[in-house]
Nanobody
Framework: QLQLVESGGGLVQSGGSLKLSCTVS????????IGWFRQAPGKEREGVSC?????????NYAPSVKGRFTISKDNAKNTVYLQMANLKPEDTAVYYC???????????????????WGQGTQVTVSS
């Protein structure tokens, strides 16, 4: 079982930046695919980015964030990051990180591909 804890959310002005962190508890976590999702009030959970746990670590981004958000990881710190730049008011949401059920799962922006979820961190972008 993996446990994930997000941090780094907050209030930022439009055009600003934030870096979210997702710390994972399991020692073998680098082999698990990690995804970032977000959910705004009244909207469905949306896949934002993912980082495959397989060798090579392929990534994927939602069209709405491509070119603005960057996913990365630090194996030594058991942490996956989501660097968010040029933030817009429509990026306002609770952001969650999630881990795949099995190691080596392909990168996916579908919530159904993930079994372990963090508690979320609020990101608010003011106009």
């Amino acid at each position: 079982q993996l446990q994930l804890v997000e941090s780094g959310g907050g209030l930022v002005q439009s055009g600003g930046s934030l870096k979210l962190s997702c710390t994972v508890s399991k020692s073998t976590w680098p082999y698990y695919t990690i995804g970032w999702f977000r959910q705004a009030p009244g909207k469905e959970r949306e896949g934002v980015s993912c980082l495959a746990g397989s060798r090579g670590g392929s990534t994927n981004y939602a069209p709405s964030v491509k070119g603005r958000f960057t996913i990365s990881k630090d194996n030594a710190k058991n942490t996956v990051y989501l660097q968010m730049a040029n933030l817009k008011p429509e990026d306002t949401a609770v952001y969650y990180c999630a881990a795949s059920h099995f190691p080596g799962t392909p990168c996916s922006l579908s919530a159904g591909s993930y079994s372990f979820w963090g508690q979320g961190t609020q990101v608010t972008v003011s106009s």
